[in-house]
């Protein structure tokens, strides 16, 4: 097992990344096709949150106060879809120039005290690069909320899964 370094190279976030940008784009398309997404306050809570966590991570990573922004701020799904489209462009230029020693650094998350409280106990801080895998993962699982309530309201959720990515050659996200 590795200890004290990151496993995570800069190359293999950007890939992570790069399938990350390509789903949501994905599924706010089937999203955009569905008449009863605009109208559902959990689908739109869904999305609103791991947007919102997207660009929390950014603002810590680029060592700015984080902003959670409030699903309350978003009159439609067309405000959370310009909200997440504008994230992706800046994150992933964050990425493309940050060093190897930056993803190694452990970081102490804003939220960490309140983290803290919450279980009971003391927790570790994560390095950057763990942040990131974070990012991917956190929004993947939002991401499969999303696809199963757009399922339930009568939409019809794509296949975003990493290894169709893969299969697929690696599409670009196309934000229609």
């Known amino acids: 097992m590795i200890t004290g370094t990151t496993m995570f190279t800069r190359a293999a976030l950007l890939d992570l990344f790069d399938h990350m940008t390509w789903a949501d784009a994905m599924v706010w398309s089937a999203v ?11 689908l739109r809570g869904y999305l609103a949150h791991l947007h919102a966590v997207q660009r929390a991570f950014l603002d810590v990573w680029r060592e700015q106060p984080p902003t959670f922004a409030d699903p309350s701020t978003f009159p439609d799904l067309d405000s959370i879809r310009a909200f997440a489209a504008s994230y992706y462009d800046p994150a992933r230029t964050f990425i493309e120039q940050v060093e190897q ?44 909320q999303v696809n199963a ?23 670009q996200p196309e934000w229609t």
């Open 101 to 144: 020693p930056r993803l190694e650094t452990t970081i102490t998350l804003p939220w960490h005290g309140f983290l803290e409280r919450k279980f009971g106990r003391s927790l570790a801080s994560p390095t950057v690069a763990e942040t990131m895998v974070q990012v991917t993962t956190h929004t993947g699982y939002h991401r499969g």
């Open 149 to 171: 309530r757009l399922r339930a309201i009568g939409g019809e959720p794509p296949l975003v899964d990493y290894i169709a990515w893969l299969w697929f050659g690696r599409p």
């Open 32 to 42: 955009t096709r569905c008449d009863a997404a605009g109208g559902d306050q959990m």
